[in-house]
């Protein structure tokens, strides 16, 4: 017998959804939108939700491939519909809209309502996390300064304050940043112990070559989200790994390179057989591919490249890492058969998605990977222009 939802099941079922999206339950509420879609396959309203639904989960690439899909149905802009269906979860939705390139849709709400409603702290905090989410750093740091003189208290600070030093980082207020950064400090010597400070600190020394106070702010670091994050792992593996990273730079930076091999073939241990399937596990690779490059050893490299992890993560990139691996042998024929294996395999990706394959290569040359802190040093050129030198030298 064939079984189909009719309109009562239709109302409940959404309302099932709605009420376990509200509860922030976006696994559960996920598979209760899918099977709406499935059954309901015309109610746009059902697909925006699943489109919140992936981007709260960190599955940004289903997301974004059905807002186009919405796009191409409906012959309006995501920009609209992601509007009218995120009421209520405004922090959530400055990061969605970011996502999806359309930013200003969650500012221009945020900035109507402070029109009639009081300038609350609540209000103000979420007004200067979408301008930060929409690279409105300018006016970020407008919201983030009058709410640092509306707070009294040092926790409150603690709290702005490495939002304010990312805004001044980004934009290249180095001055600003560091003021920031030392107030942080001074409020973390008389309260409590915000690990953010000590990591931008860290950060901000390691910058300035001054390894053995990064080393000093990084032990503080991590003893600070030890204690504060005791008894939530999840929030305490997101700066295990961040603090990993960090590491790795600093070991590089200080000359332990045998260290750095070990903590490479460590990770590479624990993690070579995860399937990647969010942005946040893909993170615990940071710092990664530029350590083993720094190590030039190939056998770590190939490793990586053949992982499951990198594999499921972005399969077109394996070719390339074992094209580093070869030039690190010094095999430069070798290195030329996997680079243009690389460039073919990600033609062929960018054009089933329906994308074009030269604007998409002339992106990544044009603008690299957003810069992050504890950059490790790289004297190569950015892998595309890498890849078409080699080409272009041993393919005649």
């Not at 990647?276 to 615990?284: A, I, M, N, P, Q």
């Not at 499921?312 to 024929?333: C, D, P, Q, V, W």
Request: with cysteine; charged share 30%.
């Amino acid at each position: 017998m064939d079984f189909q939802l009719n309109e009562m099941d239709y109302s409940y079922l959404k309302e099932l959804g709605d009420e376990l999206y509200d509860a922030e339950n976006y696994f559960e509420a996920t598979k209760v939108f899918l099977m709406l879609t499935e059954y309901f396959p015309d109610e746009i309203d059902v697909k925006i939700r699943l489109v919140t639904c992936y981007f709260a989960s960190g599955l940004s690439t289903l997301a974004l491939r059905l807002l186009k899909e919405i796009d191409d149905e409906t012959g309006q802009d995501s920009q609209e519909w992601l509007s009218s269906m995120m009421s209520g979860h405004l922090y959530l939705e400055s990061e969605i809209l970011m996502s999806a390139g359309c930013p200003e849709a969650v500012i221009s709400r945020l900035e109507e309502l402070l029109k009639t409603e009081e300038r609350s702290l609540d209000n103000i905090g979420k007004l200067a996390i979408a301008y930060q989410h929409a690279g409105r750093y300018d006016d970020a740091i407008e919201s983030y300064n009058e709410l640092l003189s509306l707070n009294e208290t040092s926790e409150a600070k603690l709290v702005i304050l490495p939002y304010l030093i990312t805004c001044y980082k980004k934009i290249g207020k180095e001055e600003k940043r560091k003021e920031s950064i030392n107030e942080g400090l001074k409020l973390c010597e008389t309260g409590e112990k915000e690990p953010d400070i000590y990591y931008e600190a860290a950060a901000l020394a390691y910058e300035d070559g001054d390894s053995k106070l990064a080393q000093k702010h990084l032990k503080e670091y991590k003893q600070s989200y030890l204690e504060q994050f005791e008894n939530e792992p999840e929030s305490k593996s997101k700066y295990d790994t961040q603090y990993f990273s960090a590491m790795l730079a600093l070991n590089i930076a200080l000359g332990n390179q045998e260290e750095v091999r070990t903590m490479c073939s460590d990770w590479l241990d624990d993690y070579e057989n995860l399937e990647v399937t969010s942005r946040d596990e893909f993170s615990l690779s940071h710092n990664i591919d530029p350590s083993i490059q720094y190590l030039k050893d190939p056998e770590l490299m190939v490793r990586y490249a053949e992982s499951t992890f990198l594999r499921s993560a972005m399969h077109s990139i394996e070719f390339a890492y074992k094209g580093l691996a070869a030039r690190m042998e010094g095999n430069e024929t070798k290195a030329h058969k996997y680079f243009l294996q690389y460039k073919d395999t990600f033609r062929s990706n960018v054009e089933q998605a329906g994308e074009s394959f030269n604007e998409a290569w002339e992106d990544m040359i044009a603008n690299p990977t957003d810069v992050h802190d504890f950059v490790i040093p790289d004297n190569d050129p950015p892998l595309p222009v890498l890849v078409d030198e080699y080409i272009e030298r041993y393919g005649k």
